[in-house]
């Protein structure tokens, strides 16, 4: 996988399917080879779109690449009333109606990586994870990855777990990123710019950029969140590279992260995305970042 891959909460929401067809498709020209949906994706946001549009807005804009990229989705979040007929969502009789719904809307005939997206808190996941094992073996899916699941419960059936990891919250390094070293899980990290905090978009003292995620968050904008903005900033400054670049890179050079999961509005914001990869820091950059926010710290 590329160290930097494309998250696609964006497509069918706030993105429509040219929007969706345009980043996909300068995420590809800048080498990126993972993209992570989820079948709820495209039902959020102010964009009205409907749960599963997320899927097939990224099968149609990878049509003809299909097999240059590691394509990613997710089950396990509540979907629609025709999906609760099924039981438990993490039962087996609701992970094959999940899965062939997720190739019909994708266009494809297998998912590279199929993760539960969280617990439903009721299956065993020893039982979840062979019902996955199942279409493993019938070739619809080839790896397993979780999502939101907590550390103790991580297992080597994953290949992958997705969990919330960012420089202002760094809780992931405490408990689920020695457990992915332990059973050798590579970890994707979502939110990598806190919700846009670290893109160099927020300033104290200034409104929220109108349409931008934290226009409506503005519980993240809190003092301390600022005080540790503004000192990445410098950082960053400091060594001629920009507030992105560090929040993407310091991820990338964790052992280990297998990718970050980046969303993206525009050509250039995935454009940018899959550069800030390329600043690599040694361990005085990494020290330096530990001295503002702590190992195992979450300031938002």
């Not at 457990?179 to 990290?189: I, K, T, Y």
């Not at 900033?233 to 993407?248: D, I, K, M, N, S």
């Not at 964790?254 to 820091?281: E, F, K, L, R, Y």
Request: proline residues 4%; charged residues 20%.
């Amino acid at each position: 996988m590329s160290a930097v891959g494309v998250g696609g909460n964006n497509f069918g929401s706030r993105l429509d399917e040219d929007g969706t067809k345009a980043v996909v498709h300068a995420a590809l020209d800048a080498g990126v080879t993972l993209f992570d949906t989820a079948d709820v994706y495209g039902g959020f946001g102010e964009g009205g779109g409907l749960r599963g549009d997320g899927e097939r807005l990224l099968g149609a804009a990878l049509k003809g690449h299909r097999d240059d990229v590691v394509l990613a989705t997710k089950f396990g979040m509540q979907m629609s009333t025709e999906a609760d007929l099924y039981g438990r969502r993490g039962a087996g009789p609701y992970i094959r109606y999940a899965v062939e719904a997720s190739l019909r809307r994708l266009g494809t005939d297998r998912i590279d990586l199929y993760q539960y997206h969280e617990p439903d808190g009721l299956t065993p996941l020893q039982e979840t994870v062979a019902a996955l094992e199942e279409l493993v073996t019938e070739g619809k899916i080839l790896y397993l990855g979780c999502s939101n699941l907590p550390a103790e419960q991580l297992t080597g059936a994953f290949v992958s777990a997705q969990a919330r990891y960012h420089l202002l919250d760094r809780k992931a390094e405490n408990d689920l990123i020695p457990a992915c070293l332990r059973h050798g899980v590579g970890l994707l990290p979502y939110y990598p710019l806190a919700n846009g905090l670290l893109s160099g978009k927020y300033r104290r003292g200034e409104e929220p950029p109108p349409g931008s995620r934290l226009s409506w968050r503005q519980g993240w904008l809190t003092g301390a969140a600022l005080d540790r903005v503004e000192a990445l900033t410098a950082y960053a400054t400091e060594r001629g590279l920009t507030l992105l670049q560090v929040a993407v890179g310091a991820l990338a050079a964790c052992p280990a992260v297998a990718s970050v999961i980046c969303g993206a509005m525009t050509t250039q914001q995935v454009t940018a995305n899959a550069a800030a990869a390329d600043w690599v820091p040694d361990a005085a950059d990494l020290a330096a970042l530990d001295a503002i926010v702590a190992p195992g710290e979450r300031i938002v």
